[in-house]
């Protein structure tokens, strides 16, 4: 049976009706940023703020190197009057020892002291002794064994070196050029080692980029988001919207939209900074990095408007708003490690997007994963945006 020329036309209708909408969600998100930017104190507030806390919690939960390749620090004090003494401390950095002087003490987790005779002892054939010493108000802790054991092997491997001189020349004292000669030789054998099984916790600047985005990313939106809905439902500026020919999914889908937008900027500004400022490596899936990153934007923007429609007074949004985002932080890992806290309160924050976030930005920057090692915390993610959305569209009132 053919059909009526009305019939024909609902297909154009239809598609007018989501053009109309389209053009209205994006309208309504450009301006909502326009807003959000046009106030020059939150400039403080969304960027300087944010990268002032990765600097602190950067140091504050710096590692000695990067967790698949510590590096801690040694004081050393070189009393030696002979060349052997430096030939001995270059053997310290071979072994993966931060040399520190006597006036830079700070982070060492142990100190050694090469005696005057050193060089003196060796080349007359005798022994020549090292001692080490707990540097004030360091206690004792794995950093510190591993010191221990790096100065040990740096020990051995001077030794070995010192008895194949003497069986190549024998008789003479050991010269500071020839050691030097056989370390830069390439070894004869060579150990490759790699985590298994747990793997280690994230630190220094590495760890709290990552926890700062995440934490930022969540309490702006979720204020942003909240006190721009209910501010608007206060002055009436909803209700005229609604006598436009907007749905309310549009409506919150633009809402939803702008603040999206903010967080583009947001992180933006923050993935520069920890590139060049703290240069901290980014891995080797920039897509995948932004993707996730966006993901967990759109469930904090549909999150700040759900709490929006549901709570009339700002001053509660913003309260509410904070707490909710602090606590989430601090249980899904933005503060702390969280391979450091125990297994149960790991399972808490996998019931959280901080937890799924924070997983898969450290699979990305700490662990140098790719798109393997994102894709259940993606889709969790994922699962929480869609939620939230549905929520938020659901019970937004005007």
């Not at 703020?49 to 004081?75: D, I, K």
């Amino acid at each position: 049976m053919p059909s009526s020329p009305h019939d024909r036309g609902a297909p154009e209708r239809r598609l007018a009706t989501c053009r109309r909408m389209l053009r209205a969600m994006l309208l309504i998100g450009h301006n909502d940023l326009r807003m959000f930017l046009r106030n020059r104190a939150l400039v403080v507030w969304l960027f300087v703020m944010p990268v002032a806390f990765v600097f602190f919690m950067g140091f504050a939960n710096r590692g000695p190197g990067a967790p698949s390749a510590p590096r801690p620090s040694v004081l050393v004090e070189n009393l030696d009057e002979g060349p052997l003494g430096s030939v001995f401390l270059e053997g310290l950095g071979a072994q993966g020892l931060d040399v520190l002087p006597p006036s830079d003490a700070a982070g060492a987790r142990r100190g050694i002291r090469v005696p005057a005779d050193f060089s003196r002892t060796i080349r007359a054939g005798r022994q020549g002794l090292v001692e080490t010493f707990t540097v004030k108000g360091i206690e004792e802790d794995p950093a510190s064994a591993l010191v221990a054991l790096r100065v040990a092997r740096a020990l051995i491997a001077m030794n070995s070196d010192l008895v194949e001189l003497a069986a190549a020349h024998p008789g003479e004292p050991a010269d500071a050029g020839a050691l030097r000669a056989l370390r830069e030789r390439p070894p004869v054998v060579r150990l490759e080692s790699a985590f298994a099984g747990r793997r280690p916790a994230p630190s220094g600047f590495g760890f709290s980029l990552p926890g700062v985005m995440v934490m930022y990313l969540m309490m702006n939106l979720l204020v942003f988001g909240g006190t721009t809905v209910s501010g608007e439902r206060r002055s009436g500026v909803l209700r005229r919207i609604g006598t436009l020919p907007v749905g309310r999914g549009a409506l919150v889908l633009g809402k939803i939209h702008g603040l999206m937008l903010l967080a583009i900027v947001q992180v933006g500004v923050l993935l520069l900074a920890g590139r060049y400022l703290f240069h901290v490596p980014m891995g080797g899936a920039p897509v995948a990095l932004l993707l996730v990153l966006m993901t967990y934007a759109w469930v904090a923007a549909s999150l700040g408007v759900l709490i929006g429609s549901l709570v009339r007074a700002e001053d509660k949004v913003v309260g509410l708003c904070v707490l909710v985002s602090l606590v989430m932080a601090a249980l899904g890992g933005c503060w702390w490690p969280i391979e450091l806290v125990p297994p149960a309160l790991q399972q808490v924050a996998h019931a959280l997007p901080t937890g799924w976030a924070m997983d898969a930005l450290h699979q990305l920057i700490t662990f140098g994963s790719g798109w393997s090692g994102i894709r259940q915390p993606l889709l969790v993610l994922f699962g929480f945006g869609a939620a939230a959305n549905l929520a938020a569209i659901r019970c937004f009132r005007s």
